[in-house]
């Protein structure tokens, strides 16, 4: 489809972007609730990572990237994607507090300042992936994810079980 075709579907650029942040917004919380229905909190959280972070294609991750530089000078967009990230937020604080009701992860976290480092962790890679041809977040998500589940399980202030044993 030509770009001028795309304003028969949609009155402005602010249309097609409204309608891409709400295609993300649903994705993510029907990703939150996959990992709140997994076995186990870090395979799901991983199986979230492995999509959002490496199985998106380089297309959907640069259309983000655009969307988020469309925020520093449109205010429409910009409250589009303040909206989006309030909501992300506070599914994953739901995610995490149910992990952490389970005793999947540190009932003492702050969950969120936890919520937060996700979204910055999410939004890095998926910028190192849209700016960078040699990044290959496959090779970086295990990393990753152990970092992760070290801020999770082992953060300072909070005696580790596991070390004192």
């Given at each position: 489809?030509?770009?001028?075709?795309?304003?028969?579907?949609?009155?402005?650029?602010?249309?097609?972007?409204?309608?891409?942040?709400?295609?993300?917004?649903?994705?993510?919380?029907?990703?939150?609730?996959?990992?709140?229905?997994?076995?186990?909190?870090?395979?799901?959280?991983?199986?979230?990572?492995?999509?959002?972070?490496?199985?998106?294609?380089l297309e959907e991750v640069a259309i983000c990237a655009e969307i988020m530089a469309e925020s520093r000078r449109t205010p429409e967009i910009t409250e589009l994607c303040h909206r989006i990230e309030?909501?992300?937020?506070?599914?994953?604080?739901?995610?995490?507090?149910?992990?952490?009701?389970?005793?999947?992860?540190?009932?003492?976290?702050?969950?969120?300042?936890?919520?937060?480092?996700?979204?910055?962790?999410?939004?890095?890679?998926?910028?190192?992936?849209?700016?960078?041809?040699?990044?290959?977040?496959?090779?970086?998500?295990?990393?990753?994810?152990?970092?992760?589940?070290?801020?999770?399980?082992?953060?300072?202030?909070?005696?580790?079980?596991?070390?004192?044993?």
């Amino acid at each position: 489809m030509s770009p001028g075709n795309l304003y028969r579907y949609f009155r402005s650029k602010e249309a097609i972007i409204a309608g891409i942040v709400e295609r993300n917004r649903i994705e993510a919380a029907e990703s939150f609730a996959g990992v709140q229905q997994a076995p186990d909190f870090f395979q799901g959280l991983a199986a979230l990572a492995r999509h959002h972070l490496v199985e998106r294609s380089l297309e959907e991750v640069a259309i983000c990237a655009e969307i988020m530089a469309e925020s520093r000078r449109t205010p429409e967009i910009t409250e589009l994607c303040h909206r989006i990230e309030h909501e992300v937020k506070k599914g994953l604080v739901a995610m995490l507090q149910h992990a952490a009701d389970r005793g999947e992860i540190s009932r003492d976290l702050d969950l969120e300042g936890a919520a937060t480092v996700l979204m910055t962790l999410g939004d890095g890679i998926s910028w190192r992936r849209a700016v960078d041809p040699a990044f290959d977040p496959a090779t970086m998500l295990p990393m990753i994810l152990h970092m992760v589940k070290c801020l999770l399980t082992e953060f300072p202030g909070v005696e580790n079980k596991e070390r004192s044993r």
